[in-house]
């Protein structure tokens, strides 16, 4: 046999082995394809507050184990008389000691619950840009639980966004402002292939002095 025989003979088999290679590469990223589409199209995790706890009676937080807490803080004074009642609603990425930086607020929801009469608004000197940066959505669950949501501007990780809600008409029980709080938010975890959760919190109860 010729030297150019052997030559012909040596190159068929690595010439397999290569489409064999370039086969099992066009497979792997196909399969990383459909996994990455898979993921994508997995509804958001829903998340129950593992605790709700005050501090006074004009301040709440609810605490989601290994994601964060939601804060409210009312700032009213005599409610009896102007039915309006700021409260300051924060979500932080900080739970049991531990700033979880992966993860981002996409959106936050503040709900008064049983509360008819009531309305919302967001106060505008609370955003650090352009309020038209900020989009704001209202609603009203039954029965008669006016809510706001927000959504965030960017998905910076681990950021706490804080915005200050106008309660109008609030609640008032006894002469005392009487607020009934259910927070929300989406969080997403930045991470490739990283879950998006949907939070809800017990509620939150919420007094003036």
């Known amino acids: ?112 619950v049983n509360a008819p009469g009531t309305t919302l608004a967001v106060e505008v000197d609370t955003y650090s840009s352009p309020a038209t940066s900020y989009p704001v959505a209202y609603g009203l669950d039954q029965p008669w639980s006016p809510y706001v949501s927000i959504t965030t501007p960017s998905n910076a990780p681990s950021v706490t966004w804080t915005f200050m809600i106008i309660v109008r008409s609030a609640p008032v029980v006894d002469g005392r402002m009487a607020l009934q709080i259910i927070g929300q938010a989406q969080v997403v975890d930045s991470h490739l292939l990283g879950r998006t959760y949907d939070l809800t919190s017990g509620v939150m109860q919420l007094t003036d002095y």
């Open 1 to 112: 046999m010729s030297g150019f025989e052997n030559s012909g003979v040596q190159k068929g088999p690595r010439r397999v082995f290569g489409l064999k290679y370039l086969v099992a590469a066009v497979v792997l990223v196909a399969a990383v394809l459909v996994g990455v589409s898979a993921v994508e199209t997995v509804a958001p995790l829903a998340v129950a507050s593992g605790s709700v706890t005050n501090q006074g009676s004009q301040v709440a937080y609810a605490t989601f184990h290994g994601i964060g807490n939601y804060y409210v803080h009312a700032q009213c004074i005599n409610v009896n008389a102007t039915r309006t009642c700021p409260v300051l609603v924060s979500m932080s990425l900080t739970a049991d000691g531990v700033l979880h930086n992966s993860l981002y607020t996409r959106s936050l929801t503040f709900k008064v």
